[in-house]
Structures are given as structure tokens and as C-alpha cells.
């Protein structure tokens, strides 16, 4: 059974950092990677979404990496500002994309 | 654009009560899929639908059943409700085709409680 784990839990940083989140799987045979953003009481926004052919996706200042044989994923985002605080989560696709297992998701604040 | 658009919002029930909770999709996807988040558990899958005609079971399908109505409507029906199933539940909606997957897209959620 996949088992998808997101180190750290919550994370604090003054605004101006650089900062990855980990995401870490069990079973390295997934179909697609993907990172969500969820805000307080609202549902998910995909972020990026990342094929098992590829090593890295990126979309303005933030940047996925995967690598399967590990089981690993990172997500860097650049220059954190105020906005960027939500939980973010990882999930992981399986059975041709279908079958997503996310993991518990990391809390962002970013400090003004 | 609409989205993913859940009815209702909020709702409380009774232990035992019945509800269905609805969802619906504008963005001519095929694939649609139930989870629900709970603190400390992530979200996890309740029930998919890969296209039109078709369910599959989830992680957690236990105390649930599901309608494909059409290519744009998916719902959760929770015949006898019980405490258990208090949570967040949340539709998404992605087009999967061409052998690859698509981002999911996510309604705003519905928040149950069941006294």
C-alpha cells in the first residue's frame, strides 16, 4: 500500500526566503506526482503536476523535482512572500492516475 | 468559470439519517473522484469515477455509495449516517486521456456533521 509522508509538518520563515518541502513515498511505481496549495477552509489549487517520465516541473517561483527510484519529491518555492502561507500537499498517483494517495501536507507561514 | 461546484456547504445530520451530497463539473472532464480530509489523516479517496458509466472503490469506501448521473455530475450518498463519517468531504474533477494524467481540480468542500 503507498504511503506518502511530508516532512516538515509546519515550517515558519521570514518573508524573502528560499524553502523546500519534502514529500517521500513508499512504492516508486506511481503513474504522476502532484503538489497542491490548500488555504484555511477552502478546497485544493493544483500547483504542478509532475509524469513519472519526468525529473522536475516549474511554474513562475515555484519548482518540483522528482525522483522516483528514491521516492522522493521537493518543492521549492523562491522568494516566499505573505500569500504563499497555506498548507501545501503532495499526492501521488497511481493506476494510471487515477488512484491519488496524498500526503498530510506541510503548514506555511511566511512571516511580513 | 465555475469549476467544481459542491451543494451544500455545510450540513448537519442525525445518526442514521440519509443524505446525498451533490457535484458537479464544467470543464468537460471524465474523470471524477469523492475523498474526505479529516485532522491528522490527509485526505483520503472515497470513490472514483474514470468516466461516464463507470465507479471504482478508494482507500475508504465502506458506509458510501456513488452515482455517475452524467458527464458532469458525480454524488455521495450516505445511507444511515453515523459520527464517524463527520468530515470534509471533497469532489475533484481532472481529464485523463492520451496516457497521462491530468491536474485534479477541487471544489470547495462540504463540511458534514453528524450528531
Known amino acids: 500500500k503507498q504511503e506518502v509522508t511530508q516532512i516538515p509538518a509546519a515550517l515558519s520563515v521570514p518573508e524573502g526566503e528560499n524553502l523546500v518541502l519534502n514529500c517521500s513515498f513508499t512504492d516508486s511505481a506511481i503513474y504522476n506526482l502532484q503538489w497542491f496549495r490548500q488555504d484555511p477552509g477552502k478546497g485544493l489549487t493544483s500547483l504542478l503536476l509532475?509524469?513519472?517520465?519526468?525529473r522536475e516541473q516549474t511554474s513562475g517561483r515555484l519548482n518540483a523535482s522528482l525522483d522516483k527510484s528514491s521516492g522522493r519529491s521537493t518543492l521549492y518555492i523562491a522568494a516566499s512572500q505573505p500569500g504563499d502561507s497555506a498548507t501545501y500537499l503532495c499526492?501521488?498517483?497511481?493506476?494510471?492516475?487515477?488512484?491519488?494517495?496524498f500526503g498530510p501536507g506541510t503548514r506555511l507561514s511566511v512571516l511580513p | 468559470n465555475a469549476g467544481v461546484t459542491q451543494t451544500p456547504k455545510f450540513q448537519v445530520l442525525k445518526t442514521g439519517q440519509s443524505m446525498t451530497l451533490q457535484c458537479a463539473q464544467d470543464m468537460n472532464h471524465n474523470s471524477m473522484y469523492w475523498y474526505r480530509q479529516d485532522p491528522g489523516m490527509g485526505l483520503r479517496l472515497i470513490y472514483y469515477?474514470?468516466?461516464?458509466?463507470?465507479?471504482d472503490k478508494g482507500e475508504v469506501p465502506n458506509g458510501y455509495n456513488v452515482s455517475r448521473l452524467n458527464k458532469r455530475e458525480f454524488s455521495l450518498r450516505l445511507e444511515s449516517a453515523a459520527p464517524s463519517q463527520t468530515s470534509v468531504y471533497f469532489c475533484?474533477?481532472?481529464?485523463?486521456?492520451?496516457?497521462?494524467?491530468?491536474?485534479?481540480?477541487f471544489g470547495d468542500g462540504t463540511r458534514l456533521s453528524i450528531l
Open positions: 469515477s474514470a468516466s461516464e458509466g463507470t465507479t
Open positions: 499526492a501521488v498517483g497511481g493506476d494510471y492516475g487515477q488512484n491519488f494517495v
Open positions: 509532475i509524469q513519472s517520465s519526468q
Open positions: 475533484a474533477s481532472s481529464w485523463s486521456g492520451g496516457g497521462w494524467g491530468q491536474p485534479q481540480h
